[in-house]
DNA sequence: AGCCTGTATCGAATCGATTCGATGTGTTTC
DNA sequence: GAAACACATCGAATCGATTCGATACAGGCT
């Protein structure tokens, strides 16, 4: 019967073969078969051609995934989960920058990346996906029960931003004393009316004007620390919430900000440089001139194509290098070691879309 | 011995419990355990209920799903290879689409998208990986040897783009004939000096003029297919290579061929709208009106920030469709089914940027 | 009482490879 | 020529769960 079984599993064209049919055929023991597919073990080479020529000819693809990373205990897998659905996190330039230093950090561990997203509802995949490390961009490591599921699994896991949680390395960034900053550069030119183009502030994602209540359920640790440093200096800055970093999300929520000419704020802080290109067009679609008689900054410092002749004042972050520090501390603790976490800082960069605030006429 | 062993796993805080732990220590068997975990299994509530405490106690974070996949032969991941660095697959609007049709597809899955970079040199990942499934953005399905190790695996395989192959399921688009159109288009305003920016035509990503050997080597389906759409109509079209569809490119792409006024065109297909756009900003930097002294048209169909007032004449592609379709593929013949290949159109969008050529003066 | 049905639970085989310790063979060294 | 050693190869245990067929038991039926 047993016989049976073997032919049947080397003949039949549906089943693929196994590294035992592999070994069979080359007539070697299994444990020898594996050891040719090695690299480092010692095997002969007369060995090894036997193998690797058997594995040819019965159309084996190498040894199955799926049983090697049980075997051991590795996956060649590192998660990456975002708290929005994967088509719109790869519309923000800053986790793209955050991605790209990442892949280029844990190059060495010849992993792939796995998209997960942490929508709440179908956090199936992020729960049970076989991964070797995760990292967060951009979500809260407390209050969520996906992480916690992930943490429980004792596997290696950064956030870049996010407030610091038990067993979670954070990256962070001075969003709140970069912003004030910005604030600061508003309030010494002189203006009195900001207005705020927040982030989203927790996965409710629909766009209002930002109350208190709104503010007070907020779990986005990066959109309320950008908030605290605008309102260190405005403390009664009005605000907008959006739906996301988007050019577009900007436009609509300056069209909402700047609709009142009698209330109309003489400066805007945005949250994004994309949210900030969108107000600019908002602004010019209103005839408002910039900085004339709006002024606008924004954050993160990417290039937004097409705000010519605009140079924006903004707060340029790390980004990539922040991935970067995020796919090191991966190797890290992947072998065994406790990296440090860190916290990077932005820079102020002074461009032509803030001045003075126009001059009121009584 | 193994009362010993048992408790050292039990106790011991580095290692991870397993569900016979969890088994044990609720009094059931472990196939019980097994069940107590999934959601259809006869299991009475009151076992279902003591299992999943005993887990909680244990701190248990669910059956591994390393070893769930090997035993089920799934692992809930399905591949996504591009040819090109991650960072670079997604500065593509296209390919985002594509992602999301693919992603919003493949939902009923509940599987995670694996990246999977194929630069021809670290293509380790790419063939131990353990997926369900892969989809190639923009590969060729043919001439290459991760393909090959992912088909020898017999796991679905569906390519977006590219010329058919063995066991591959392609979904492609009519880049010959649509191209064809807009340079009709092009010969009927009465342009006939009409020069080409290219896609990249291999991995090698250089840029330079077009020449016969470098279209000779060419492995990309799309580039090379839009080219001999472009050449349908002008055969002695001159030509200028990129290294991606970035705005940069065209605008690089465009410098060369716009360099000498004597030879200069009086018009430039695009093979991308990205690439289009940096056409016209380098016409826009060189004083040379566009459409007026220089028609562009592009492909895609995708809106590029920043180009207003200019609203490019293309070829509008499907590209969520594109990936919806990939991703319903996927779902079908993962269950078994054999679904067809399908071939996608794209449709002549009339803009701003094309017009009858300058009339040369004497 | 005897028989049958259905359900909850269990045992054991299985998924496909990796790895450790053991074995056997061939070569060197004194 | 025997002891020591290096090296290739093999057997068997193991990774952690899932699943199929068997079992036991409770209740319903004639």
């Known amino acids: 019967m047993t016989e049976v079984n073997e032919l049947s599993n080397e003949h039949s064209p549906g089943a693929r073969p196994t590294l035992a049919a592999v070994a069979r055929r080359a007539g070697v023991s299994n444990s020898t078969a594996s050891l040719a597919f090695g690299t480092a073990g010692p095997v002969s080479d007369a060995t090894r051609e036997r193998v690797l020529t058997a594995a040819r000819e019965l159309n084996y ?3 199955d995934p799926r049983a090697r990373s049980l075997r051991r205990g590795r996956s060649g897998i590192v998660g990456v989960v975002v708290e929005e659905r994967v088509r719109d996190a790869f519309r923000d330039p800053i986790k793209l920058a955050v991605m790209d230093g990442l892949s280029e950090a844990i190059a060495s561990l010849d992993a792939g990346l796995l998209l997960l997203a942490d929508t709440g509802a179908a956090s199936a995949h992020i729960e049970d996906a ?3 490390a995760a990292v967060l961009i951009g979500c809260s490591p407390r209050l969520n029960e996906s992480v916690a599921a992930i943490r429980r699994r004792g596997i290696p896991l950064v956030a870049i931003e996010g407030e610091p949680a038990d067993g979670v390395l954070v990256f962070s ?8 900053v910005a604030a600061e550069h508003l309030r010494a030119l002189g203006h009195e009316r ?4 927040s982030l989203p502030l927790d996965r409710g994602r629909r766009h209002a004007m930002l109350t208190p209540e709104l503010e007070a359920a907020g779990t986005s640790n990066t959109a309320l620390e950008r908030l605290a ?3 260190d200096v405005f403390p009664d800055a009005i605000g907008f919430v959006t739906t996301g970093s988007f050019v577009e999300e900007g436009t609509i929520a300056a069209r909402a900000l700047l609709a009142d000419p009698e209330t109309r704020p003489t400066a805007i802080i945005a949250q994004s440089d994309l949210l900030a290109a969108g ?19 924004g954050f993160d410092g990417v290039r937004v194509d097409g705000l010519w002749p605009y140079d924006l004042t903004t707060l340029a972050q790390p980004a990539v290098e922040k991935g970067r520090a995020a796919g090191r501390a991966i190797v890290e603790m992947l072998a065994g070691g406790h990296p440090d976490p860190l916290a990077f800082t932005s820079e102020f960069h002074l461009g032509n879309t803030t001045a003075h605030p126009p001059s009121i006429p009584g």
């Open 61 to 63: 693809a190498g040894p």
């Open 130 to 132: 076989s991964m070797d």
């Open 173 to 180: 960034l001075d969003n709140r004393s970069a912003t004030r």
């Open 194 to 197: 900001v207005a705020i183009v």
């Open 229 to 231: 440093g605008a309102r």
């Open 279 to 297: 107000v600019i067009r908002a602004a010019e679609d209103l005839g408002i001139a910039v900085p004339a008689e709006l002024s606008v900054v």
